[in-house]
């Protein structure tokens, strides 16, 4: 039943801001010829419809939107891998290689064969290219973007690829300790109070002192990042993910040092001097972390600062029309589903147990946030675009169709 619900959510969804779309007049449609010279592409780590409408409820209210739906172009994407119910690193390799594989893979096929991703295809094109997260920058979802390994959990190994294969020129986020080897700590030192399990855990070396070789400025606070201006930027800001994956109950614990729409922003300043154009990935990863433990406030709270980073992107839109956003999901995490504030409780007690009340904002009203589950589900997930070629992402289709999509909007083979 809540499988069922949530893919009505995901249907209401698109049709609804379609329909808003054309109800508002024609919708510009750009010349499919027309490139996009530069894609920033958002991805809501395990957003799922029901994570965006309670990120809009509690944010802009009833009748408000937020940043990320305020888009003329959606569409309904299919999660799958090639197992019903994906991971990260599957669903992020079919939306940057065209091509479904097995849980776990970063851009290998099921023979652990190399695919060409379209941050690569970007990079030969001449343009430049980006990777900004708020978990370790070496997680799945930017590495499934930048690197070939057959596990996910090879973490250094994707990092030193960023910087001699594939040659990433902006890699902001979390992730200092997969730079520095064992015993040897950088900015965040090893065991620190909020996480003593911490620590330096490099097999690749002196990462960071291979990156500042490469010509790379390295970063590591809100401070250093505003003040560098040099076109190749390595920023870690956490030894791992820039927040602290908790239970409800358990503190305020979304507090990243430097911000998701700081990262974005510097990013796009930075990658825009290109005169070719960029190619740009921004992960929001507690959307999926905080609902992995059923933490209604904190999945929210990261939902808030990816929508603020959206409204960074849809300005630099706005003053280059050849940019094209998108806002998508890998997959949907926990199984929620946006309840009334009664007294029943399906889920149970435990984890599960219903999270809230949470303020509708501008209204008295209230709501409830409940889970079905700590792991992701089989659900359908939107997708929102706008922008050179935003048209091309409408429909119901495959999360490999993003990667296809996406090459054709820029004029790349």
Known sequence: MNIALSLAAVATFTFSYLTDANAKGPVKQENDHDKAKNVILFVGDGMGAAHRNAIRLATVGKKGELAMNEMPYAGIVHTSSTSPVTDSAAAATAMATG???????ISLDTR???????????????KSTGLVTTSQVTDATPGAF???????????????????????????????????????????????????????KGTQGNLVNDAKKLGYSYVTNAKELKKTNNKKVLGLFANEEMFQQKPEGKGDIYHPSVSLPEMTNKAIDTLSKNKKGFFLMVEEEATD??????????????????????????????????????VAADHETGGLAIEDTD???????????????????????????????????????????????????????????????????????
């Open 343 to 413: 007294n029943k409780d399906e889920s149970g007690e435990g984890i599960s147990k219903e999270d809230g009340p949470f303020n509708v904002a501008h209204s008295k009203d209230q709501f409830m946030i409940d889970w079905t589950r700590t792991e992701h589900t089989a659900d359908d997930v939107p997708l929102t675009a706008m922008g050179r070629n935003a048209q091309l992402f409408t429909g119901t289709y495959e999360n490999t169709h993003i990667h296809n999509a996406l090459l054709k909007a820029m004029g790349l083979k």
């Open 146 to 200: 930048g690197a070939h390994v057959a596990d996910r959990s090879s973490q250094s190994d994707i990092a030193n690829q960023y910087l001699k294969n594939s040659k990433v020129d902006v890699i902001l986020g979390g992730g200092e300790d997969y730079w520095y080897p064992k015993g040897q700590s950088g900015a965040y030192q090893d065991h620190p109070s909020e996480d003593p399990t911490e620590e330096s």
């Open 112 to 126: 652990k064969k190399p695919l060409k991703t379209v941050l690569e295809s970007a990079k030969a094109h001449g």
């Open 289 to 326: 972390e905080m609902s992995h433990v059923n933490n209604a406030k904190q999945m929210i709270k990261a939902g808030q600062q990816l929508d603020k980073a959206v409204k960074e992107a849809k300005a630099f839109a706005g003053k280059h029309p050849d940019t094209l956003v998108l």
């Open 99 to 105: 091509v479904k594989t097995y849980n776990g893979a």
